[in-house]
């Protein structure tokens, strides 16, 4: 049973789940402020769930990587929507400032790290 890390807690659920929804089963919100009012409900078009997630994970959706490639997003920054993002093991999950998640430092992109397929998939053994 994955085990998701997020503001200090350690969240199971179970693999296949996603991210969004575990966070919110959780008491917990991927978003900041206001934004917890003014989402898409996990439809992947606003990009308010956006957060930095490390661990085994499916590939960006089609979806998501058109909503990342359009401001305030950047496309290079390695963030992830959680209503798209599909637990497949542990992770670590972390939520950066601004109404979008988008304010990441320079030096903590991991430019290259995130890995895109045509739609979400999991990776074959």
Same mark, same amino acid.
């Given at each position: 049973?994955?085990?998701?890390?997020?503001?200090?807690?350690?969240?199971?659920?179970?693999?296949?789940? #996603?991210? +969004?929804?575990?966070?919110? &089963? &959780?008491?917990? !919100?991927?978003? @900041?402020?206001?934004? !917890?009012?003014? @989402?898409? +409900? =996990?439809?992947? !078009?606003?990009?308010?769930? *956006?957060?930095?997630?490390? =661990?085994? *994970?499916?590939? /960006?959706?089609?979806?998501? +990587? /058109?909503?990342?490639?359009?401001?305030?997003?950047?496309?290079? !920054?390695?963030?992830?929507?959680?209503?798209?993002?599909? #637990?497949?093991g542990d992770l670590r999950v972390e939520?950066?400032?601004?109404?979008?998640?988008?304010?990441?430092? *320079?030096?903590?992109?991991?430019? =290259? *790290?995130?890995?895109? &397929?045509?739609? &979400?998939?999991?990776?074959?053994?």
């Amino acid at each position: 049973m994955p085990t998701v890390h997020f503001r200090g807690r350690e969240i199971e659920c179970d693999r296949g789940d #996603v991210l +969004r929804d575990v966070l919110r &089963a &959780a008491g917990e !919100s991927p978003h @900041n402020g206001h934004s !917890s009012w003014f @989402n898409c +409900r =996990g439809g992947g !078009s606003c990009g308010t769930c *956006a957060v930095r997630v490390r =661990g085994p *994970a499916t590939y /960006r959706t089609k979806k998501e +990587r /058109r909503r990342l490639r359009f401001p305030p997003h950047d496309p290079d !920054s390695g963030l992830r929507l959680a209503c798209q993002t599909v #637990v497949l093991g542990d992770l670590r999950v972390e939520k950066y400032p601004g109404f979008w998640g988008q304010r990441v430092e *320079a030096d903590e992109s991991e430019t =290259g *790290a995130v890995q895109d &397929a045509e739609d &979400a998939q999991e990776p074959t053994d």
